[in-house]
């Protein structure tokens, strides 16, 4: 098992996988562990430092959220973030009460001592509060190292013991130099060294694909996409192409032109690819259905079906291949800590029992952006590194409803046509993902003297880094316009395209 210099235990805030990414982008590798893991495993890792993340509950809660005890005992420093700070708070015997008023949004932080996580900061720089709970008197042992307007505990420290806590959220955008913090605590309190890179984890995925795989042969399932082309480059360079096939399932839900794109891609990178036409296996089964949770399942079960027939023409065929990321692992379900599930993703959860394949999940400690880097590590080409994000289930859940070839045409089209303008206009490469979305809802337009009812295209377009959270794309006027248009005048059966001014959160990038 390997060694994870700092283990981050996760109590359900919605930034702890910021924590994460922060520190990674500072060269020093961390995962993130629910705050329940128990402290054998923790020091299997064998950890030089303990971060303890937000989250909504208070430790006076009944069901207040609790890491096992001995972490305490461990003689690791340890930093604690918000909910973190309160537990520290309490378990040294400080006060913890309600606040007043709930403290969200900016905050000046001045210092009130020259402590080593604060080296070469400035003080009074902008951090970010997110809390009910403050702390009304510190442990023994504890000092305020620095403080706020309404917050005069907003950072408190045992230097002595190396806890320290923070009432704020370093790892956001908005702690402005909220990074260096984190980088201090790792650096200077907990001598890490930045040696994590992605030619390093490159090098450690495929010493560790050829352990598990021995002399198996892996089944990888690819889209075309960013993040299956990735494992199937990292899956060639780490074994023979004997052992790999590669299998690219044309389920009739992707983007115009697509699967001709995908094996004229595979052809360049060398790798060899099996092509399965089962568009109408897919379409038979979504007919009818309109939920986008069963969707995703049948999608998700006929992609393992397919898989599973195809798996038997090949000798000795027992391991598959998924692209699945961090992302997905975190919006699925629960397996890093108290964090709700948002919607189910077709490649997360394990096999079903009549499968007797065991999964290679290469990339499901890493976030898109990593993804990408370790891409252009691998030797892929620029601009399919560069291609937007798209969902496993394809154009089925960019169709609110039913599934057919009408709406599927209707898609299609007027996706290409979006495509088409965004690069011309330059923003292809300045928005994190681009697509149209068929709403199903028809209105009344005019074309010429004729009065039309028509569908209605939602164009959405957002700029995000690892798609855990995401602003809608301000793309100027002129070319909405253009795209708004086209799409109009192109494409038969659409007579009104509007725009998704939404952020993540409150919605989803998808639409379903």
């Known amino acids: 098992m390997d060694a994870v210099p700092i283990a981050i235990l996760d ?65 690791l420093p340890i930093l604690g973030i918000c909910y973190g700070m309160q537990l520290i708070t309490h378990h040294f015997g400080g006060e913890v009460i309600p606040a007043n008023h709930h403290e969200y949004g900016k905050a000046k932080l ?39 307007e309404n917050s005069p505990y907003a950072a408190i420290a045992d230097v002595k013991r190396q806890v320290y806590a923070f009432q704020f959220h ?15 605590f790792a650096k200077s309190i907990c001598g890490c060294e930045s040696t994590w890179n992605m030619g390093s984890f490159a090098k450690e995925k495929i010493a560790q694909i050829k352990e598990q795989v021995g002399e198996g042969v892996v089944l990888c399932g690819v889209s075309g996409g960013v993040d299956s082309s990735v494992v199937a480059a990292l899956l060639s360079q780490a074994l ?91 919006e699925s379900v629960s397996v890093k800590g108290p964090s709700k599930t948002i919607k189910s993703h077709h490649n997360v959860g394990g ?43 394809g154009l089925a859940i960019r169709i609110m409803g039913e599934v057919n070839e009408a709406s599927l045409e209707l898609v299609k089209e ?7 303008e965004l690069k011309a206009s330059g923003y292809y490469d300045k928005v994190w ?12 337009g005019v074309m010429g003297d004729n009065r039309t009812y028509d569908n209605t ?20 006027h002129d070319v909405l316009e253009s795209i708004s248009r086209r799409i109009i005048n192109e494409v038969n059966g659409i007579n009104r395209v509007v725009y998704d001014i939404s952020s993540k959160p409150p919605a989803t990038i998808e639409w379903e």
Request: hydrophobic share 40%; proline share 5%; with cysteine.
């Open 240 to 330: 023979p192409a004997e052992q790999l096939v590669c299998v690219f399932v044309d389920q009739g839900l992707l983007r115009k032109n697509e699967a001709k794109q995908v094996q004229d891609m595979f052809k360049i990178l060398g790798i060899d690819l099996v092509s399965i036409n089962a568009r109408e296996l897919f379409l038979n089964k979504l007919k009818g259905v309109v939920d986008p949770e069963q969707k995703r399942k049948i999608i998700g079960e006929t992609f393992i079906e397919v898989f599973d027939k195809e798996a038997k023409k090949h000798k000795d065929t027992s391991f598959l291949a998924q692209g699945t990321l961090y992302t997905d692992v975190i």
């Open 433 to 444: 993902q681009a697509f149209t979305v068929l709403l199903n809802v028809s209105s009344v």
């Open 11 to 75: 109590f359900g805030s919605q930034y702890t996988q910021l924590i994460a990414r922060k520190l990674r982008e500072s060269g020093v590798y961390c995962e993130v562990f629910p705050f329940s893991e128990k402290i054998e495993d923790i020091k299997k890792r064998s950890p030089k430092g303990i971060i303890l993340s937000g989250g909504p509950a208070s430790v006076y809660a009944q069901d207040a959220y609790r890491p096992d005890e001995a972490i305490w005992d461990l003689g």
């Open 414 to 420: 007027s996706d290409a046509i979006m495509q088409e």
């Open 110 to 148: 001045s210092f009130a001592s020259d402590a080593d996580i604060f080296k070469d900061i400035e003080n009074d720089s902008i951090v970010w509060m997110s809390h009910g709970d403050k702390v009304e008197s510190m442990p023994e042992g504890f000092e305020a190292i620095g403080f706020s």
């Open 457 to 476: 295209v939602c164009v959405r377009m957002v700029e995000s880094v690892d798609g855990m959270t995401a602003t809608f794309a301000h793309v100027p």
């Open 351 to 393: 096999l079903p029992d009549w499968m007797t394949f065991d999964l290679i999940e290469p990339l499901k400690e890493i976030f898109k952006d990593e993804v990408r880097k370790l891409g252009l590590e691998l030797g892929l080409p620029k601009d399919m590194i560069g291609r937007h994000p798209f969902p496993g289930p």
């Open 170 to 184: 370093p790892e956001v955008h908005h702690s402005t130099q909220g990074v260096k913090m984190l980088k201090n």
